[in-house]
């Protein structure tokens, strides 16, 4: 793996996201110079996303510019001003369920958005691109793991959309571009999305409040902490291939519902309030990485355990909990 040289001007699309804003970090953090593209969807709280940058921009090596991908006079016109060696490309419409409501929001926004960013980056002669995709392109896992080989099911039209900024990708790596394509694994940490699980389970049992649990609570996921994500982004940055290369970013090691409530009422002391219902449209059974090519190509490996993970993630929640009651 070719090392990337301190001081690149690297430019982040859905910066001031929950992986966007640690991403940046990391990057700010070994010396390079960012600007953060976001347009503060109001998907959730635009405020969590402003707090998620404040310590970033507030060291002067990163750099704000509200827009949406979508606008694509403002998109190039940023990318010629800021002229980067790099594009991270994070933002995106997210969440499995929503996208059955409004599909064609995740069409425009994932797919039509991707194909904008993608041209304005060749246009500009932006060279290299790293792209957020998910798990979720696999669908039902149908062996131990998926390897990136394995055929993209969806079960759901973000899963799809996904699939198709893959292959929008693949397309204009055919065109001269180096793009890498990252599968994320179910990220958690602080700064997670309101609506994702560990944000909402430990939201729900320090407050006292019912969690929905879809289905026996049998399912599994290959929950993968925020520091190993971006661990894997940081290294597909200085990842030197030429035309489009996949991988997946997981532990490859699924936990099951069950456990991850069960540690959460242990860390926060706490019972949890479960109800359960039926099992929701689009979500898999279980998810698990193979994660083999990233080791040997990228040289990525996990280092954080669901049990270490849970524990940070809990522990920065009641440290967020108490700064709010000594505030007032």
């Known amino acids: 793996m070719a090392n990337s040289r301190p001081g690149e001007a690297i430019f982040v699309t859905g910066g001031a996201g929950f992986i966007g804003s640690h991403l940046v970090e990391s990057l700010v953090a070994r010396g390079d110079r960012v600007t953060i593209y976001d347009d503060f969807d109001p998907y959730y709280d635009a405020a969590l996303k402003v707090k998620n940058i404040e310590q970033a921009l507030g060291t002067g090596a990163a750099r704000l510019i509200e827009g949406d991908i979508r606008d694509e006079p403002s998109l190039r016109g940023a990318i010629e001003a800021t002229r980067p060696d790099k594009v991270v490309h994070l933002a995106a419409r997210p969440g499995v369920r929503p996208s059955f409501e409004v599909p064609e929001v995740y069409l425009d926004i994932n797919v039509a958005g991707s194909l904008i960013l993608l041209r304005a980056c060749r ?101 993968t902490y925020i520091s190993d994500i971006v661990d894997g982004i940081v290294r597909s940055i200085d990842h030197d291939a ?19 409530l069960q540690a959460l009422e242990d860390r926060l002391g706490r019972p949890a309030d479960l109800r359960h219902v039926d099992p929701q449209p689009g979500d898999p059974q279980m998810t698990c990485a193979d994660i083999t090519r990233a080791r040997e190509r990228l040289g990525y490996e996990p280092k954080v355990s669901a049990e270490e993970g849970l524990t940070r993630y809990a522990e920065w929640f009641l440290e967020q909990q108490h700064e709010r009651v000594g505030s007032r």
């Not at 896992?141 to 799809?160: D, I, M, Q």
């Not at 065109?175 to 389970?201: E, K, W």
């Not at 030429?242 to 991850?260: K, M, Q, S, T, Y």
């Open 242 to 260: 030429a035309g489009f290369d996949v991988f997946n970013l997981g532990r490859g090691e699924p936990v099951i519902l069950r456990d991850v």
């Open 123 to 223: 246009e500009v002669g932006v060279r290299q691109v790293v792209f957020a995709s998910s798990s979720s392109v696999y669908g039902s896992v149908e062996r131990p793991a998926n390897e990136e080989s394995t055929p993209c099911r969806p079960l759901s039209p973000y899963g799809a959309s996904k699939v198709a900024g893959e292959a929008l990708c693949s397309a204009f790596a055919r065109d001269g571009m180096s793009i890498v394509s990252l599968r994320f694994f179910t990220a958690y940490g602080p700064r997670q999305r309101p609506d994702m699980a560990i944000n909402h389970f430990v939201r729900a049992i320090y407050a006292g409040e019912p969690i929905s649990v879809f289905g026996d609570g049998s399912s599994r996921r290959d929950y």
